[in-house]
């Protein structure tokens, strides 16, 4: 990737590093942050018995016992210097501020609650992972924040929610404060919109990275690393990625400054980067992108609708992320099932074990109605519900009174809640992108007022995306074959059921095509498929292999 910081640029910086002012305002407090982070992660603590409490101490509301972590008198003075002017809870505040600000400070109270609980050692395992030399970044980064998610599941089943809690996974923004105060010669801390800023600037052949988290993140990490080479070519000498770190941030917050001030209004998302983007992870054309990113701001509820292997899912999760700006608790993902109910959508009266160990019951929230609460939180954000396989549910009992309050939104339009009693409604700034697998026939009927209150998008098995994606992934060989033998089985199929049991493409989008071959792909995924569609058939199901492998 080539980087290239303007010389004016960076020598501004370099003067900024020697002033007082940056190491007061800006270097000092993230330093402070990596002393008790780095002595918190290292082998000797990592290795006490009491690590749980450890991590507690450190993540609570007060300043850490400092002596007990085993910090040195001098680094001890330095750290209470620096966190001085934020009160007693400074260090939480400091790292709060590096973990997202409003996003990042939930980490900071459930982690110590869980302690609490009982969870402590499954907390302190998942910070073993996390800085686990033997692992490669992106699987330590991913796993970590896995762990977490469980135990915070775990927090909640024993009762250990206050009544505001929602359930997510840590963000990505307190994963890169963990690690950029572990080492900072190695990891950064993370603001996407100022390293969005940083990749149009000073790497605008780039984008940025795309993946899990642990992917963007060590791809973030390399960046901001070159980000510090390229200013040190021009004397400004960077100590680690702190500074670096640092220079983006500031110079993000300049330009920002320089722009004319916006007008108070909700997040705003510029369409046309979405839609590139959109283009780019799904192999669309841009027109299409385009068309499907204006529906779903102009309609709070849209349908994907189509044959599995269409990619509809995969496009309602990156769509939503994009539009959400990529930020961790504003997209939840859920999976409707048969069994699936109102109590696990809206709200129900759920067990807990106390910790007596007796039984209790209480009035819980569903998914949606956290995310409501959420939404209702931070009016001016976007945030997003998927619900993957709509038609698997027994519909009108999942969505109860949302029949009315999906259609008529916001607070002029409350409706009452059975099991709480409690008024609500649902805010303007939520958006629910569902998918329904029109091949299941035996669930492919949904009811008609629920159909309504949804705009409809049809995904087709679509060769053009195929074939571009082989493209893009060294297969160009393949391409015209396997193309042409997708479509060939597509026709037949198309004249022998219908166009809801099509082959969708996403079926031939394996990496190992080229070893395995068409062959492993029947084999494993498509004629499975078929034998669904004909059942008891075959003569059907021989023909047709024949017409895919071309035998």
Known sequence: MDIVVPEEEATGFAATLKTHE??????????????????LLSPSNLNQPDLPERIADVFSATMPDLDALGIEAAKQKFVKEAAKDLGPGALKSAMANLGGGKWGLAQFIWIPRAVEYGLGEEIAEAFKVLVDPNEGLPSRVDAFRDRLYETSQALEKKG?????????RVSLSFVATVLGGYDPTQYTFYSRQALAFAYERYAPEATLPKGTAGERYAELCEFVKSVAAELTTHGADAVDLIDS?????????????RAPAPQPQPQVV??????????AVTYWELVRARHLVSLVQRWHQILFQGPPGTGKTFVA?????????????RVEVVQFHPSYAYEDFIEGIRPRVTEGSDLAYE???????????????YPEDSFFLVVD??????LPRVFGELLYALEYRGSQHPFRLPYSGAESYIPENITVIATMNTADRSIALVDAAIRRRFRHVNFDPDPAVLKSWLEAHGLGALTQHAVARLEALNKELSELLDRDRLIGHTYLMRSDLGDV????????DIEPVLNEHLFNQPEEIANLREIFLEK
């Open 22 to 39: 940056y190491k007061a305002t800006e270097r000092d407090y993230k330093v402070a942050v990596h002393v008790v982070l780095s002595t």
């Open 160 to 168: 250990g929610f206050l009544p505001n809690w929602t359930l997510s």
């Open 389 to 394: 396989e709509l038609n698997r549910a027994n």
């Open 317 to 329: 999760e990156a769509l939503s992320r994009l539009l959400a700006g990529d930020e961790e608790g």
């Open 270 to 279: 510029d369409p046309e980067r979405v839609a590139k983007e959109l283009s």
């Open 363 to 377: 009035v819980r929230k569903g998914i949606f109605m956290r995310l409501a609460d959420r939404a209702k939180e």
């Open 245 to 257: 770190q640092s220079f983006i941030w500031i110079s993000f917050l300049e330009a920002r400054e």
């Open 517 to 524: 071959g068409l062959q492993a792909v029947w084999d494993e």
